[in-house]
């Protein structure tokens, strides 16, 4: 085990819980998360109270530097690093936490959806830690976690209006609390994040492409080129993102000058902020129907671009919703948010059986994309989201 490596912390405002044995005074739960979905090894220790939630720590360990090579996240790279690095990230959670073991209600792993090799890694060392310790285990679903992670930020009341948006998952949903939510719409080919990604890759921007892009996109003017606009018949609140991916990327081979790119990036930006809030405010309208309380959360890595989030909370100004997104640190793949899903879970006794296993694909709202599959007789397993 390395343990001399360079760990990110995400730690903001903690402070240490009061107590010998390091049990929040009032009653709350503490609880260790676990994320190893894709290329972060994270580990976090939330304490879940009356007060709302408090991130003791959150250590993240990324893999940029291993996958920039090859443009892309590679499985088994991922998943060989996850196994090296998720030992020393938990015990580092831990130290900063300023509790040990004794001190935890229960511990919480992402179980799906993601790259299935990381993903076991992380709720095998999960099952570990709750046999050693006699904890219970919570099985996360990775989706749920970036669900609820603006309440880590400040207290956000059930039910509201989610826009998850990031490189694997794009859809609306609307939250009623934990383990209680129903899809409204989701992406019927690529996400929002891959399409970021896979552009900027055709651009020739590198990994990760997202932020690469978004930063071009500052010295650009999209309103050079006409980028097509998907769905624009349809009634209801799905995605695609395809027909942009594919004809950014055209676009990309004749850009003949770095300002030529600076304006692809911008339109590219644009068309896909403006595709979110076209099909975001259709959710708002039906959602304003059957609820007083409006409520709007944008949560996923995409969240962190500044103008998807501008124009997001424009559009729901305008429509009359507050709106809430995560912290930035929060937006992007975490362990915090893992275990806030797992300590709001553990509230309402919904733990995990020992045996639990991970899961590739996982929707949130399973009843209907079991039943209304998005991708229909292509081979594929199961519904991802």
């Known amino acids: 085990?390395?343990?001399?490596?360079?760990?990110?912390?995400?730690?903001?405002?903690?402070?240490?819980?009061?107590?010998?044995?390091?049990?929040?005074?009032?009653?709350?739960?503490?609880?260790?998360?676990?994320?190893?979905?894709?290329?972060?090894?994270?580990?976090?220790?939330?304490?879940?109270?009356?007060?709302?939630?408090?991130?003791?720590?959150?250590?993240?360990?990324?893999?940029?530097?291993?996958?920039?090579?090859?443009?892309?996240?590679?499985?088994?790279?991922?998943?060989?690093?996850?196994?090296e690095m998720i030992d020393g990230v938990a015990r580092r959670a831990m130290s900063e936490a300023g509790i040990d073991y004794a001190a935890l209600d229960g511990v919480a792993a992402t179980a799906g959806p993601g790259l299935v090799g990381g993903v076991m890694v992380g709720l095998s060392y999960g099952?570990?830690?709750?046999?050693?310790?006699?904890?219970?285990?919570?099985?996360?679903?990775?989706?749920?976690?970036?669900?609820?992670?603006?309440?880590?930020?400040?207290?956000?009341?059930?039910?509201?209006?989610?826009?998850?948006?990031?490189?694997?998952?794009?859809?609306?949903?609307?939250?009623?609390?934990?383990g209680d939510m129903s899809r409204l719409g989701t992406t019927i080919d690529d996400a929002a994040g891959e399409a970021f990604d896979k552009i900027a890759k055709a651009m020739g921007l590198g990994y990760p492409g997202g932020p690469a892009l978004e930063k071009l996109?500052?010295?650009?003017?999209?309103?050079?080129?006409?980028?097509?606009?998907?769905?624009?018949?349809?009634?209801?609140?799905?995605?695609?993102?395809?027909?942009?991916?594919?004809?950014?990327?055209?676009?990309?081979?004749?850009?003949?000058?770095?300002?030529?790119?600076?304006?692809l990036a911008d339109a590219v930006q644009k068309a896909i902020a403006r595709q979110l809030a076209e099909r975001t405010e259709r959710a708002m309208t039906a959602y304003a129907e059957q609820h007083e309380a409006r409520r709007f959360v944008v949560a996923g890595g995409v969240a962190a671009n500044k103008t998807i989030r501008r124009t997001l909370e424009d559009l729901a100004t305008r429509h009359g919703f507050s709106f809430l997104a995560p912290p930035l640190a929060y937006c992007t793949d975490n362990a915090a948010m893992i275990a806030l899903a797992g300590a709001e879970r553990l509230e309402q006794?919904?733990?995990?059986?020992?045996?639990?296993?991970?899961?590739?694909?996982?929707?949130?709202?399973?009843?209907?994309?079991?039943?209304?599959?998005?991708?229909?007789?292509?081979?594929?397993?199961?519904?991802k989201a």
């Open 127 to 178: 099952k570990a830690v709750a046999l050693a310790r006699d904890l219970p285990l919570i099985a996360v679903n990775h989706l749920e976690g970036h669900a609820v992670s603006a309440r880590l930020g400040a207290e956000t009341a059930y039910p509201f209006l989610l826009l998850l948006v990031s490189g694997g998952h794009c859809q609306l949903l609307e939250v009623r609390g934990i």
């Open 217 to 263: 996109a500052a010295s650009g003017d999209g309103s050079r080129f006409d980028l097509p606009r998907a769905l624009l018949g349809r009634k209801d609140c799905d995605f695609s993102f395809s027909g942009l991916k594919t004809a950014a990327s055209r676009l990309a081979q004749t850009c003949e000058s770095e300002q030529d790119r600076a304006d």
């Open 349 to 383: 006794g919904l733990t995990s059986d020992i045996d639990v296993a991970a899961r590739p694909r996982w929707p949130l709202d399973e009843a209907r994309a079991n039943a209304d599959p998005v991708h229909k007789k292509t081979g594929r397993k199961g519904a």
């Open 1 to 83: 085990m390395n343990t001399g490596a360079d760990y990110s912390s995400g730690t903001t405002g903690a402070t240490k819980p009061d107590g010998t044995d390091g049990r929040a005074p009032d009653g709350g739960l503490i609880v260790l998360g676990l994320e190893t979905s894709c290329d972060e090894t994270a580990a976090s220790v939330v304490r879940l109270s009356a007060a709302g939630a408090e991130v003791l720590s959150s250590v993240i360990h990324s893999q940029i530097d291993e996958h920039a090579a090859y443009g892309g996240v590679v499985p088994e790279i991922a998943a060989r690093s996850h196994v």
